[in-house]
């Protein structure tokens, strides 16, 4: 077995497949320096833990050798042959498999105006690590992109002093994956925070010289800064399977089980799109780290002979001071939005189909206040729930009462 992509999808896998009783010969190779690490506190306490950011390593040396894998890190894949199914590496012997995991996640996406090379981008801990010495009380750090990555290191950036000034060309922050009124609150209290927020607004060009750089933006204003840093999404990293001929449909298009259109080639994680069966079969791309963890297992499972569907419900967090932010599901599915008041600050809101049914739960509280009732309203959501709408709006109403109904 040999898992192409040694992050969290593939190192989830490459446990999973000894866990789920294979015995023979597992390889993950990856094109990073370091053990496969988690991304999430990439933006998070690896830009403010003192003194220096430790990568926080998934499958150790000691795990790697008690479940006998082969970590080839440093190693990056540079085509696959299916025919002779092997895979031909930058500086090794063509290495050949029985079944192919890729998960080759995502990179983060480049602006593409004049003097964008100067911008930083965050995917790797050593892009977090060349950010963080950025982050200074008295530097000002200008963010492009008022997503979940933006808002995060910005929240990083004012714990650690700098003066932020975000910077977002839609109308709104968040405007991909979270509903209006919540991404209000973030927006809210980055204000509160002392981030200057600038939506609607575009990047005509970025200047550099001796003393920084400046951004000229599509108002006319010039802001001049220390560092700039693009957190405008990331692209699913395609390249291997595409030059291999498997079809590509936003990511790696692959079937419920996470088979390509090769049997012997499965995709798992950021790089992959597969069909969602709560969802009506609708094929989704999901960029988050639960996803691929059960990703990688049920790919494990599947390269092992399962038939078993893909079907966890969607769920994404996001931490930004002392807010965190849950989604389960689908927002966007949702005809109609009850709100639950759920007291100290917190919120949780719950997405209605067409036809009443339970399709996603959005949140927002300090202090993981809103975790419980997210884990219910996921609960809901997977049994297909169709919950009276009184009973969700009350909170003395407990959830869980609701899904023995
Ligand atoms: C800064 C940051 C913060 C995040 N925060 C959150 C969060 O708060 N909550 C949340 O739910 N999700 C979060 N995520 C998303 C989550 O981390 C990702 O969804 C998850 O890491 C995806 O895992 P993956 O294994 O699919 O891809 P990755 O973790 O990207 O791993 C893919 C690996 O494959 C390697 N690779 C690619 N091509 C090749 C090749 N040809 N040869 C060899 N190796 C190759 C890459 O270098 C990489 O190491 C965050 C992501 C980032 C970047």
Redesign the pocket.
């Known amino acids: 077995m040999v898992v ?7 190192a989830r896998a490459a446990m999973a497949l000894r866990e789920q009783g294979f015995a023979g010969k597992i390889t993950l ?4 320096p370091h053990g496969p690490y988690e ?2 506190p ?2 998070k306490s690896a830009l403010t833990d003192a003194p220096e950011p430790r990568a926080t390593i998934i499958l150790t040396p000691e795990r790697q050798a008690e479940h006998g894998i082969t970590h080839r890190s440093h ?3 540079l085509a696959i042959d299916r025919a002779a199914h092997q895979i031909e590496l930058a500086d090794n012997e063509p290495l050949a498999y029985d079944r192919l995991l890729l ?4 990179s983060a996406r480049r602006l593409s105006v004049e003097g964008a090379d100067n911008a930083l981008t ?2 790797t801990f050593d892009d977090a690590r060349a950010l963080r010495a950025r982050l200074r009380p008295g530097q000002h750090v200008a963010i492009i992109g008022g997503g ?2 933006g808002l995060e290191l910005a929240a990083a950036a004012r714990a650690r002093g700098a003066e932020v000034t975000l910077i977002e060309l839609a109308p709104r922050l968040l405007a991909r994956a979270v509903p209006a009124d919540i991404a209000a609150i973030l927006a809210a209290r980055h204000a509160t925070e002392g981030v200057r927020i600038l939506t609607g607004t575009g990047i005509v060009h970025i200047e550099t010289d001796a003393n920084g750089h400046a951004i000229r933006l599509s108002t006319g204003e010039r802001i001049a800064c220390d560092a700039i840093v693009a957190g405008i999404g990331a692209v699913p ?1 395609t390249g ?1 399977a595409a030059r291999a001929g498997l079809a590509i449909d936003n990511g790696v298009a692959v079937d419920a089980r996470l088979a390509t259109e090769d049997p012997d080639i499965f995709a798992a ?3 992959c799109s597969f069909p969602h069966a709560l969802y009506g079969g609708r094929r989704l791309r999901l ?6 963890q059960d990703q990688g297992n049920a790919a494990a499972a599947g390269m092992l002979g399962s038939e078993e569907p893909y079907a966890a419900v969607p769920w ?4 930004q001071y002392d807010l965190t932010l849950q989604i389960a599901g689908l927002p966007d599915e949702g005809r109609e939005t009850i709100t639950r008041d759920l007291g100290d600050g917190a919120r949780l809101d719950f997405h209605l189909a067409g036809d009443g049914r339970l399709v996603a739960a959005s949140a927002v509280g300090p202090n993981g206040r809103i975790a419980r009732d997210v884990r219910l309203a996921e609960m809901l959501i997977a049994k297909r729930a169709t919950p009276d709408k009184a009973a969700l709006a009350d909170a003395t109403v407990k959830l869980k009462g609701l899904l023995a109904g």
Do not use: H, K
Not at 4 to 10: C, H, N, Q, S
Not at 29 to 32: F, K, L, R, W
Not at 287 to 292: K, P
């Open positions: 192409i992509g040694a992050g969290e999808a593939g190779v990856g094109d990073e991304r999430p990439l933006s190693t990056r894949v998960a080759t996640g995502a965050l995917r979940f990555i990293e291997l994680g950021d790089c960029e988050a780290w639960r996803n691929a994404f967090w996001s931490d």
